[in-house]
């Protein structure tokens, strides 16, 4: 079992669509979690960052961290063609990025 | 800033080749890391460095060695190029050792 498990997809919606990507993930010992977005052949940049559980908005994204189901979730409001991009979520147990753990990614393609 | 630079873009190496991949931040981070994608899969750690003169292996080490001689420099050096070292190769710096930016990626295939 992977200690990170992200759906690949792809995942294709149409335009102001909400959009929920998840990730579970098996370590308990998690408590940092990342969500980068990356566009194709461009580097991943860090999207949402949230310690613990909990909720963390940022304009039109949300992410949700549920660590008793070890489940976390990004969720676009209003998804735009500009949102379309493979979407990384990280995980790490302390400060330290050589501890994370990337999921495989989620395609997602917003369709006009 | 500049963030995080990575040269070349673009490479194709022979079997048994070898070569370098330069990587330099101008943010005066401590942390560099370096992480190859394969297709479908998320980023595995290379090796990783947490000031000027330290270096450590990360999860896939294997076929490939670095430096830390400055604080923006960290080259990752292929030696004997296999086809199993195809991919693209970030290169990433953090302040803080946990938030990391990456740079835009080097495509290298080895046929």
């Known amino acids: 079992q992977k200690e990170v498990e992200q759906d690949p997809g792809p995942l294709s919606v149409p335009e102001g669509a909400i959009v929920s990507l998840n990730c579970t993930y098996s370590n308990s010992a998690f408590q940092y979690f990342m969500w980068y977005r990356q566009y194709s052949r461009k580097g991943p940049e860090l999207l949402m960052y949230?310690?613990?559980?909990g909720n963390k908005e940022d304009g039109r994204f949300t992410a949700q961290v549920d660590k008793s189901s070890k489940y976390i979730s990004l969720f676009i409001r209003d998804s735009q063609p500009s949102d379309s991009a493979t979407y990384l979520c990280?995980?790490?147990?302390?400060?330290?990025?050589?501890?994370?753990?990337f999921g495989q990614g989620t395609r997602l393609t917003i369709n006009p | 800033n500049a963030g995080v630079t990575q040269t070349p873009k673009f490479r194709i190496l022979k079997i048994g080749q070898s070569m370098t991949l330069q990587c330099t931040q101008d943010m005066n981070h401590n942390y560099m890391y370096w992480y190859r994608q394969d297709p479908g899969m998320g980023l595995k750690l290379i090796y990783y460095?947490?000031?000027?003169?330290?270096?450590d292996k990360g999860e896939v080490p294997n076929g490939y060695n670095v430096s830390r001689s400055t604080t923006e420099d960290f080259p990752l050096r292929l030696e004997l190029a296999a086809p199993s070292q195809t991919s693209v190769y970030f290169c990433?710096?953090?302040?803080?050792?946990?938030?990391?930016?990456f740079g835009p990626g080097t495509r290298l295939t080895v046929t």
């Open positions: 990433a710096s953090s302040y803080s050792g946990l938030l990391v930016d």
């Open positions: 949230t310690y613990s559980s």
């Open positions: 990280a995980m790490s147990e302390e400060k330290g990025a050589q501890k994370l753990v």
């Open positions: 460095s947490v000031g000027a003169g330290i270096t």
